[in-house]
């Protein structure tokens, strides 16, 4: 098995940019038959619990009145207690499907409708962890190996930083001797990354989506299990109107204790929300990005995002790219389903809160971008604006909270300050005393705590009664490590709360966030970077607990569980991001979830797969300009295809030429480049053989002792001397080729 081909013969598939401003009217053959009553009921439940709520309140402050300050609380407080309440209700309906979804017995898989499935595993990355990424690739391509269907695994690079690049293609030499025969490896690295991942997606349909079925799209940090595969297609076999399949992705591999937190969360809790999701939405289901799978000629005809007019951040590229095609998708006829019942789905969460911070930072702007979607998109279905305002709301509501914080702290102030009027301009037998209703307000408090916790309480619930959690973690630690996260959430969410509104504010300000890889890595930060990172979290808890004390020490401890949080961010995000401080808390028996006591195997193949990618040696921009014959034997790995105009120029590119001409050496020339140019002279297979033969020409003539211009003609042919003299390569210490060899032509 050599087949070294990197990319299969183009086979496009027409993605049209799709018009918001057209309803697209979906045929009613293609309408799913939902159970509206579902609907009805989370909807229902939540504005009756809204409503309950803002009327206690209510009562709460207008014992004597309300005042300005006071209806602008109370404006604040229905709008956040709707949130709470909404995950309150899709909990209970999540805990009520876990438990019934449990106790049904498993259809087993169809290997008939699997035999005739043309599946692609599409895997985008961007300046990723090479070995760790081809090792997740090569391990699942074994896992395919001689299951029924047709399987290929295809790596869409985005890659845009050079020395990254040349890993990636060595790499991909490697695993074309390691793959099975029966599952391909295709390798595809943008020229240009137009429209970030969105883009990089519609690149493969565009050029290869014909090809396939269906695609299973992964994210550089996801691992799936091969009946989780093999399921995926099956559903979709099964279900000819589907046009997207999302799983509930579990996350593993972090050893931090904030990763260990999430992990904890999202095996205990994620669950239940995913099932609460699924039983409402029922075939107009949301879409996540990865860990799913997607009918190719649906998403093609039907998902083909346009730019929003203006600049960035709102207008511009759709960078929460996810959300809006499973609308587009719905609004073309097609299902979209949430399949929580489709174990064996993974993925590697933020190791730390600042990591969670910066991937929020870009996920804010995407998802505040939705406002754009919902104003201009007609033909949307309800539910899908439904799962486009909560993406929204998920990120306005930290800054709603500390706004209802700061209000609370202007009214109490107000109260502290102001001068009582016992008796007014009209006669009255007693006097009017300036309160509100403490004893109704303690009982609201109570109630909201109880709405708020309630989905914690339904995932310890299902862990209790699932015989995975009692057998592998057992009761008490099933119970320990739900207290343990509790607490830590409750540690963590305020300052979760300030860098969000500090997202938020961000982007409506103007500033776009970029486009930068996530951290995937358990190595932390410092004291320093962390103290600095948390500085504003820090000034706003003293402010906060100092002003409270202020007012009155009760209102301090009213205010506390915020406050400590706020105060001690520093330290809560340093210790929490420490490797260690996950490990102890694993040996304690704190936070551990099945997967901790059973590694999921596709886990566990792709970290043995690692080994296979030790040491290897790609090529350096030196040695390519050095070693014609190399610049040739990588051709392959290289896309030709540039998307310009006939008479464009690719600036980058055309600089690196300039300099070419104007270097005297090599190493002069390569440290005269910007990224950009150094990319650009690696995608591009014919200019890089033209500055090889330049350099070599030059080099030929000071060693002969000739002017530069009377260098020989270009050789027709490039060929290596193994045993020719080198000279040093600054990176490797590899060496050029020597004047026997530039005579040759190698």
Known sequence: MTEFRARPLEFPLLMPDQVFADPAASPDRFRPKSLIWRKVFILAATLLLTGWATHEMYQVLSVSGLTVFEWALLAVFTVNISWVCFAFVNALAGLWSALASDRQADDGICVQRLARARTVIAFPIYNEDVEQIFATVLSTAQSLSGMPGQFECFILSDTTDAEIALREEAAFERIQKLRPDDVRIRYRRRTFNLHRKSGNIRDFVTRWGGRYDYMIVYDADSFMERDAILRLVDAMQASPKAGLIQTIPQLVGVETLFGRCQQFAAALYGPVLGHGIAWWAQ??????????????????????????????PFGGTIMSHDFVEAALLRRAGWNVEVRPDISGSYE???????????????????????????????????????????????????????????IGMVLSLQYSFQVPEYFGDSPALFPSWPVIDSERALNLFIATMVILFTPKLCGLVY????????????????????????????LTAPILMVTQTSAVLSVLSGRDSGWAPQ?????????????????????????????????????????????????????????????????????????????????????TAALQAREQFVGLRPNTLWSLLLEPHEVQRRSFMVDPFWPLDAREVHVPLAVALAKANKAGTVQEFISALAPKEKMALLNSCKDMRITSFRFLSVRFSEQRGWPTGHAPAAPRRAKSNAAAERSGDPQTGARGPSLETVRRGG
């Open 463 to 490: 862990g209790l009664a699932s015989r995975a959690w009692r057998k592998q973690v057992g009761i008490g630690r099933t119970i320990l490590g739900t207290v343990t996260e509790t607490l830590l959430s409750v």
């Open 283 to 312: 075939k107009e289901g949301n879409f996540w990005g990865h860990n799913a799978i997607i009918r190719l000629k649906a998403m093609a005809e039907a998902a083909g995002l346009p730019e929003i007019p203006g600049r960035a």
């Open 519 to 603: 951290q995937r890595g358990d190595d932390g930060y410092s004291f320093a970077a962390t103290f600095r990172h948390n500085l504003p979290g820090t000034v706003l808890g003293l402010v906060l607990t100092i002003s409270a004390f202020v007012i009155s020490p009760v209102h301090a401890a009213w205010l506390a569980p915020a406050t400590i949080g706020l105060i001690f961010s520093a330290p809560v995000s340093y210790v929490t991001a420490k490797r260690s401080s996950g490990i102890r808390a694993k040996q304690a028996g704190l936070l551990v979830t099945p997967h901790d006591t059973l590694l999921p195997p596709s886990r």
């Open 348 to 406: 590697q969460g933020p190791p730390t809160i600042i990591d969670l911070v910066i991937r929020d930072r870009r996920w804010c702007q995407g998802n505040l971008q939705h406002t754009a979607v919902l104003l201009q998109a007609r033909g949307l279905t309800w539910t899908n604006r439904f799962h486009l305002i909560t993406g929204i709301f998920g990120y306005l509501s930290s800054p709603l909270w500390l706004l209802f914080i700061c």
